[in-house]
């Protein structure tokens, strides 16, 4: 009961955070990937893989019934999630997208090709009171570029991943390639939440020989490894759906299968720590990344207006002295006339360093922009020279990108008490932290 309470409190001490910096990230152009925490959710977990890997087939055996539909052929085209409710009930499209979390909101930004294939189902499954599922079309096995997909399945995945507390993908033997879709996938959408993913080689049962089971193995390895960026190749777990299966006379030996069944079933039950693991995770990599978009930001903002500074200086000391020579020059043709003329040639040298001012200032963001690295290094030289660099590099990397093109030519309406709200940030971000170990 305490660690429920711990959690609960640790939630809201998490959704306030949020809640609190979301202006200051829209300032500074950061998009958080949780955007917010629902107190007293459940974790979440996504299944993902190819047409006819069986991800429905092992949602149905979790739950101990045929929710979903399920065969060789393609049988859904869109995302379902699978939550608990008293009665059952199935929603569509919009009205699906508003019951879900406000955590999965964002979801709605993918357009209506996709909210309309969202699905939500409630049933009264007591496995669902404490975990909901997400089950996802078949990737399209397919080496072209373009997949057909009339929305960003990429996407969308990449966010699911993110938001969800465990990502399992599957694999069938009779396709144990990573071709198509799947390698986009890996490369682009599962970087940075392998510790949440898990690897599922399913239907074992049906192997006939340790021989085939050995070439389907090695076959799915040494596709993996030309796209997971590891030095080892992570755990494998062999799997399938169904009662367990006890050895028959000369046929393989499922031991192996049913212990990484139970281990494969027992991350179920740990569900409510992995989302906790999770949101410790990804408040720390959204508020460190957001600390470390406001630095770089604020130093570009006050480089530029230094050297804005400076020209429109001159630029006033030039108008005051090209007035005075003008009136001077054209005393002889009245107080008016020299006034006139006064003014005039001073508000061209005020136009002037106008431009010259601008073009100082994209000078400075363009090369701040080439050497960002730099800036970065030296802003953080402090913490890199002491090895308290913890996840900064990892983080930089995520946002590097991004923060170029916004130091490049995006708009910079940043907080006059940058500097304070970052302290602030940072203060929140070690808070959160000494919470989570609690």
């Excluded at 990230?25 to 990937?33: E, I, L, N, S, V």
């Excluded at 019951?99 to 189902?121: I, N, Q, Y």
């Excluded at 682009?188 to 021989?211: A, E, H, Q």
């Excluded at 408040?283 to 500074?309: K, Q, Y």
């Amino acid at each position: 009961m305490e660690d429920q309470i711990s959690e609960s409190v640790f939630e809201k001490h998490a959704a306030e955070a949020y809640a609190r910096f979301s202006q200051a990230a829209g300032k500074y152009h950061f998009t958080f990937r949780r955007s917010a925490v629902t107190c007293g959710a459940k974790p979440c977990m996504v299944f993902l893989g190819n047409h006819s890997s069986g991800k429905s087939s092992i949602i149905n055996w979790l739950l101990g019934e045929n929710v979903q539909d399920t065969g060789l052929a393609p049988t859904d085209d869109g995302f379902t999630f699978i939550v608990y409710g008293e009665k059952r009930d199935d929603f569509h499209g919009q009205a699906a997208l508003g019951r879900l979390p406000p955590e999965f909101a964002g979801l709605k930004a993918f357009g209506d090709t996709f909210v309309h294939g969202l699905r939500v189902k409630f049933r009264p499954i007591a496995f669902l009171k404490t975990v909901t599922f997400v089950d996802s079309p078949g990737m399209i096995d397919s080496a072209e570029e373009t997949v057909g997909r009339d929305y960003d399945f990429e996407g969308v995945v990449r966010t699911l991943a993110e938001l969800c507390d465990m990502v399992f993908y599957l694999f069938d033997p009779d396709k144990p390639g990573t071709t198509g879709e799947t390698v986009n996938i890996f490369a682009k959408c599962l970087s940075g939440v392998k510790f949440k993913l898990r690897i599922l080689l399913n239907k074992c049962d049906g192997f006939s020989s340790l021989y085939d089971f050995a070439r389907t193995y090695g076959t799915l390895c040494w596709n993996l490894a030309g796209v997971l960026q590891t030095k080892d190749m992570p755990k494998i777990w062999t799997v399938y759906s169904g009662e367990t299966r006890e050895n028959a006379p000369g046929s393989l030996d499922l031991s192996d299968f049913n212990r990484h069944r139970d281990e494969f079933v027992a991350v179920f039950h740990d569900a409510a720590a992995r989302r906790r693991d999770n949101i410790v995770s990804q408040t720390n990599s959204d508020f460190l990344g957001l600390s470390i978009r406001m630095r770089i930001l604020d130093l570009v903002w006050r480089r530029c207006f230094a050297c804005s500074a400076a020209v429109w200086l001159a630029a006033a000391s030039a108008a005051a002295a090209v007035s005075r020579a003008v009136y001077a020059g054209n005393a002889a043709g009245g107080a008016f006339v020299s006034v006139a003329a006064a003014a005039c040639a001073g508000l061209l040298a005020l136009g002037a360093g106008f431009l010259a001012a601008r073009l100082a200032s994209s000078f400075v963001r363009t090369r701040l922009a080439n050497r960002i690295d730099d800036v970065f290094r030296r802003e953080y030289r402090g913490r890199i020279e002491t090895g308290t660099h913890d996840d900064l590099f990892k983080t930089w990397d995520d946002i590097r990108e991004e923060t170029v093109k916004i130091v490049r030519s995006l708009p910079l309406r940043l907080p006059f008490f940058g500097e304070l709200l970052r302290w602030r940030l940072e203060k929140t971000r070690k808070r959160l932290d000494a919470a989570s170990r609690r």
